[in-house]
């Protein structure tokens, strides 16, 4: 069984940073693609907006909305994708998800997210 466990989030003034972590543990071969969402109250999961991602290479892809202010990483050793956050605004409050596809036997690739962590930018 594979987790997703992220951390990190919290109540911030706008123009202040965060930095949040999402740890894969379980049975766990390969991952390729990780990558960051949100969603904001009111929107379904489906319509979750992808804010960045990163390949198993370290190739990285940003919405246009956190170009320059965020920052997305991994760490493979410890199979951990970060986002660290600064400028933040108050239109950037939402819950962030991690999410990531992960070989965890034979040839099959599953995607795996994260439960959530809050993030809430306001004075």
């Known amino acids: 069984q594979v987790q997703l466990v992220e951390s990190g989030g919290g109540l911030v003034q706008p123009g202040g940073s965060l930095r949040l972590s999402c740890a894969a543990s379980?049975?766990?071969?390969?991952?390729?693609?990780m990558s960051w969402y949100r969603q904001t109250p009111g929107k379904s999961a489906k319509e979750r907006e992808l804010v960045a991602v990163v390949s198993d290479t370290g190739s990285t892809a940003y919405a246009d909305s956190v170009k320059g202010r965020f920052t997305i990483s991994r760490d493979n050793a410890k199979n951990t994708v970060y986002l660290q956050m600064n400028s933040l605004k108050p239109e950037d409050t939402a819950v962030y998800f991690c999410?990531?596809?992960?070989?965890?036997?034979?040839?099959?690739?599953?995607?795996?997210w994260g439960q959530g962590t809050q993030v809430t930018v306001s004075s």
């Open positions: 999410k990531a596809n992960i070989l965890t036997g034979g040839t099959y690739w599953n995607t795996y």
């Open positions: 379980g049975s766990i071969l390969s991952i390729n693609a």
